[in-house]
């Protein structure tokens, strides 16, 4: 599926084409268009399951809860928002603020359609079972299980993002100084050769001497006196060889050349991130409750705000002691 063709069904090729979605925001291609998309929708299905909501107690709570619930999410996400983005532009990140946006507006999107999806199960038990606390604790549960799905896929974007390097400071080119090789001289090792062989390398009369470098390790070879060639294993680090200060002994699988200064730990913009879905989930709980009502208790008249006592936790505890 391309990722630049226009749809509006965004949550399906969020679903079906997620690796393009990160694709498309590491490149920064058409965020503009794809965050748009993805903020209609969220705002009419999150406006969809608040109707919902609010029929739970009259047909005007249920206009009011579809206006206050998409009006949460996207607050929540403006007060939260630059947070995030500071967080990577401290610890050296290199995401812009509409990757910042892109991201979190995919984790808002996937919410929001998992929410409408359960709106008939909770339509469901509105019709069937009449209880006030009981589809109080039903709805949060949806919303939070809907919430952990959304912010697992916010996880997967950034986790994409680091791969491709944009959550950690951008790392010097690699020089020739950085890494470490054994020197030739330091690999040159004798090697034992039968009696009567001529050693590989030994000069004949009136040459002038030149060393050979023998591998550690590699096969030596001589010829005998009737011309038969015979090869004798070199050890692969010889008693008493010295190296020059500084370089740690070469063992003979060491093929590679060893480098200083790889990265052991992810990021810590990664670290943060779980800081600050922690402070979303917080921010958002408490304008939750600024915001409320969202059901409409039935045993009190119509209002578009309720005054602020207490607080969403305690208000939790207290409906599942009551039930």
């Not at 399906?12 to 694709?23: A, K, M, N, S, T």
């Not at 949460?72 to 401290?90: E, K, Q, R």
């Not at 001289?185 to 000069?203: E, I, L």
Request: glycine share 8%; hydrophobic share 50%; aromatic share 10%.
């Amino acid at each position: 599926m391309s990722g630049d063709r226009p749809s509006p069904l965004v949550i399906e090729r969020i679903l079906r084409d997620r690796e393009g979605i990160w694709q498309q925001i590491v490149a920064e291609r058409d965020l503009n268009g794809l965050t748009g998309r993805m903020l209609t929708s969220s705002a009419i299905a999150l406006a969809c399951y608040g109707a919902v909501l609010g029929f739970f107690h009259s047909p005007l709570m249920a206009l009011t809860s579809a206006l206050k619930l998409p009006l949460l999410f996207l607050v929540t996400l403006a007060i939260c928002l630059p947070t995030l983005y500071l967080f990577n532009l401290v610890f050296g990140a290199r995401l812009s603020v509409r990757q910042s946006l892109a991201l979190v507006m995919v984790a808002i999107t996937v919410t929001s359609m998992l929410a409408v999806a359960f709106a008939p199960i909770s339509l469901f038990f509105l019709i069937t079972a009449n209880d006030y606390g009981f589809f109080k604790l039903l709805n949060v549960a949806i919303l939070t299980l809907s919430a952990l799905v959304g912010l697992r896929f916010l996880t997967g974007g950034m986790q994409v993002l680091n791969d491709h390097g944009l959550l950690a400071p951008e790392a010097p080119t690699a020089k020739a100084a950085d890494q470490v090789t054994v020197p030739a001289a330091a690999q040159a090792v004798p090697a034992a050769v039968p009696a009567g062989a001529t050693p590989v390398g030994t000069p004949s009369a009136g040459q002038s001497a030149a060393p050979v470098a023998v591998s550690a390790g590699a096969p030596v070879g001589g010829s005998t006196s009737n011309g038969a060639v015979t090869t004798a294993p070199a050890p692969a680090q010889p008693a008493g060889a010295s190296f020059p200060p500084g370089y740690p002994p070469q063992r003979p699988w060491d093929s590679a050349p060893i480098r200083r200064g790889e990265p052991t730990q992810r990021p810590a913009s990664m670290t943060l991130l779980y800081i600050w879905i922690l402070l979303f989930g917080f921010v958002g709980t408490q304008l939750a409750w600024t915001l409320r009502p969202f059901f409409g208790d039935p045993g009190q008249d119509f209002a578009f705000f309720r005054s602020i006592d207490g607080n969403f936790y305690a208000e939790i505890l207290r409906t599942i002691a009551n039930l």
